[in-house]
């Protein structure tokens, strides 16, 4: 198993402005993954966070909203840029050590007003 | 990229009756799992269950990778059992193993 933590779990921000999301892994891991999730909705992978690599954004994602730092095998953290109100969503870390079981993270809940 | 449906969308039990919930994938897969969002929103992984039957307790799931289909069956449900349960599929190698998820079976189950 992992144990995931994120930091902050919640937080409320004024348009325009950043957070960074932090995320901590008890272990070392290869495969990082950022989600979101959007009120009452699923959840959207934003990007695959591989140590050593560039962060791989999916399609309606990109670097300049998302940057993601990667610097170690248990660490992670997910700014959102320039926010608006469409950004209020839970924002997830995942890991996966092997092909199978992934784990999240107990999420960090944004309100952009 | 895959897609995966959940059926049904919501659902309404008294406690102790027995559900299924139906996950359908329209291309083969490498791995799939299940996962319970609880009412607080921690996701709770359930089962890896690419293929074959697995049980753990009140739970049970079986897929069918050749029907390209995933059913997870709750027995003797509890109140503690309401919350999102998500299928979730692996996409393969071009992108990076990553899971993409359905839209999720909302149960609520009423004393």
């Known amino acids: 198993s992992a144990v995931i933590s994120q930091k902050p779990s919640r937080d409320i921000c004024q348009r325009g402005t950043s957070l960074t999301i932090q995320c901590q892994v008890d272990s070392q891991v290869t495969m990082m993954f950022w989600y979101r999730q959007q009120p009452g909705q699923s959840l959207t992978l934003i990007a695959t966070?591989?140590?050593?690599?560039?962060?791989?954004?999916e399609s309606g994602f990109v670097i300049d909203k998302f940057p993601i730092s990667r610097p170690n095998l248990t660490f992670s953290t997910l700014t959102v840029s320039n926010m608006s109100p469409e950004d209020s969503s839970i924002y997830l870390c995942?890991?996966?050590?092997?092909?199978?079981?992934?784990?999240f993270g107990p999420g960090t809940r944004l309100l952009v007003l | 990229g895959i897609q995966v449906e959940q059926s049904p969308p919501d659902l309404i039990l008294q406690e102790g009756a027995n559900s299924t919930l139906r996950c359908n994938f329209s291309d083969s897969v490498n791995n799939l799992q299940w996962f319970h969002q609880n009412p607080w929103g921690q996701l709770i992984n359930l089962f890896y269950?690419?293929?074959g039957t697995k049980q753990n307790g009140r739970l049970s799931a079986t897929t069918v990778a050749t029907e390209r289909y995933s059913l997870l069956y709750i027995s003797s449900s509890q109140t503690t059992d309401s919350g999102v349960y998500f299928c979730?599929?692996?996409?393969?190698?071009?992108?990076?193993?990553?899971?993409?998820f359905g839209k999720g079976t909302s149960l609520l189950v009423t004393p």
């Open positions: 966070a591989n140590q050593g690599s560039e962060a791989t954004y």
């Open positions: 995942s890991v996966r050590r092997s092909r199978e079981t992934q784990y």
């Open positions: 979730a599929v692996e996409q393969g190698s071009n992108s990076g193993y990553a899971l993409n």
């Open positions: 269950i690419p293929s």
